[in-house]
């Protein structure tokens, strides 16, 4: 459709993750050079949950673990459950108090029984940290930011300072994201100053 192309690295045709998480990578990781090569496919949780984007959640800190973003996230998985849509997705964070956090919140919730064959094993396979799902992908990621003190800047100052996060969090989707935390905090860490560009209003 853009006429002739000439591509030195076959690896920079992208065709795993659709939009934004492509963009945001591209910018990020690749300096634009990546061209993207994936279609848009048909997303029940997009059907359910609706387009990627962010959830603007200013709560409280327990360390680095906001509560109100765990009700958040519980909130999604219910509406998921409720529609009987399979939870094709991670749940990611880039700390691991909200990693542990999650896992608790969304047991109490009882939100997993009756939807999974077993809910202590979508609990450890499908909630991380970042690190821990690199190389895996979903239909979906849900991305929980945490660190929501105007204090813990230099938690999302790490979090920001290098691409390797962010790129690994929002490539493991391969069709939505979505993105829950203090977003006027958050896009002044690094690069997620693009996840704020890339995710709209």
Not at 81 to 87: G, R, T
């Amino acid at each position: 459709m853009q006429g002739d192309r000439t591509v030195g690295v076959p690896l920079l045709v992208h065709r795993r993750c659709g939009q934004p998480m492509f963009s945001i990578a591209n910018t990020i990781a690749y300096e634009g050079l990546m061209v993207h090569a994936k279609t848009l496919k048909e997303s029940a949780i997009r059907t359910v949950l609706g387009d990627s984007q962010w959830f603007d959640v200013q709560g409280t800190a327990d360390e680095k673990w906001c509560p109100e973003e765990g009700k958040i996230v519980v909130e999604l998985l219910r509406k998921l459950a409720c529609a009987s849509v399979s939870p094709n997705l991670y749940i990611v964070s880039p700390f691991v108090v909200v990693q542990q956090n999650l896992r608790k919140a969304i047991q109490a919730s009882g939100v997993l029984n009756d939807w999974v064959a077993d809910p202590n094993d979508w609990l450890r396979e499908r909630i991380g940290t970042v690190h821990v799902v690199q190389g895996r992908e979903a239909e979906a990621v849900i991305l929980v930011l945490g660190a929501p003190d105007v204090d813990q800047a230099g938690a999302r100052g790490w979090a920001g300072k290098r691409p390797n996060l962010l790129n690994v969090a929002v490539t493991r989707a391969k069709e939505v994201l979505y993105v829950i935390g203090n977003r006027q905090l958050w896009r002044a860490a690094g690069v997620f100053k693009e996840l704020d560009v890339q995710m709209g209003d």
